[in-house]
Antibody, heavy 121, light 109 residues
Framework: QVQLIVSGGGLVKPGGSLRLSCAAS????????LSWIRQAPGKGLEWLSH????????YNGDSVEGRFTISRDTAESTVYLQMNSLRVEDTAVYYC??????????????WGQGTLVAVSS | EIILTQSPGTLSLSPGERATVSCRAS???????LAWYQQKPGQAPRLLIY???NRATGIPHRFIGSGSGTDFTLTISRLEPEDFAVYYC???????????FGPGTRLDV
């Protein structure tokens, strides 16, 4: 079965950095896009960043452009989110999600369990 | 930039009743990329509907998606106790490329 195991969250000071990992299994890693999505406490969902199946298609949301970098390692079947210059407002649960297939591939078909990132001094 | 709005913000109903959640886009969007998700407290969201009207694998038939253009609807025909959750619509846009979520609708008992 499809699994997305998210790790790397924790407490970090403003201006600090953190790298999140999302280890994928149960599907052919190179066939699917992956995204990072976050949810601030008590708030809605915010899409952050997308990487295509081969890693050559990347796009980011405005709130993280220039600070967060998505990447993927095919050998490890893992997608990463490098987060730099963290702000208090980046405090959230961070999810990774896998895209769909076929004509309706622009959907988030499977989600990881999420990891909490807390930015505080 | 496309904005998705959802109404109502909160919907209070009882098991057995019909729920209707609206998602409106600020400009016409593709039905191909309109999806709905359910999220329960402490859990990751779950895909319910994709392509505006296609149920995801394992989703009960009481969940029905419809709409086109700027107006989309998620209907739950007869509420079960496990349906009380928050529901989000989501769209993909080409320009600039990216995904957008609606603000969510809380379905309360």
């Amino acid at each position: 079965q499809v699994q997305l195991i998210v790790s790397g969250g924790g407490l970090v000071k403003p201006g600090g950095s953190l790298r999140l990992s999302c280890a994928a299994s149960g599907f052919t890693f190179t066939d699917y896009s992956l995204s990072w999505i976050r949810q601030a406490p008590g708030k809605g969902l915010e899409w952050l960043s997308h990487i295509g199946p081969s890693g050559n298609s990347i796009y980011n949301g405005d709130s993280v452009e220039g600070r967060f970098t998505i990447s993927r390692d095919t050998a490890e079947s893992t997608v990463y989110l490098q987060m730099n210059s963290l702000r208090v407002e980046d405090t959230a649960v961070y999810y990774c999600a896998r895209g769909g297939s076929g004509s309706y591939y622009r959907r988030f078909e499977f989600w990881g369990q999420g990891t909490l990132v807390a930015v505080s001094s | 930039e496309i904005i998705l709005t959802q109404s109502p913000g909160t919907l209070s109903l009882s098991p057995g009743e019909r729920a209707t959640v609206s998602c409106r886009a600020s400009q016409s969007v593709s039905t191909k990329f309109l999806a709905w998700y359910q999220q329960k407290p402490g859990q990751a969201p779950r895909l319910l509907i994709y392509g505006a009207s296609n149920r995801a694998t394992g989703i009960p038939h009481r969940f029905i998606g419809s709409g086109s253009g700027t107006d989309f609807t998620l209907t739950i025909s007869r509420l079960e106790p496990e349906d009380f959750a928050v529901y989000y619509c989501q769209q993909f846009t080409d320009s600039p490329p990216g995904f957008i979520f609606g603000p969510g609708t809380r379905l309360d008992v």
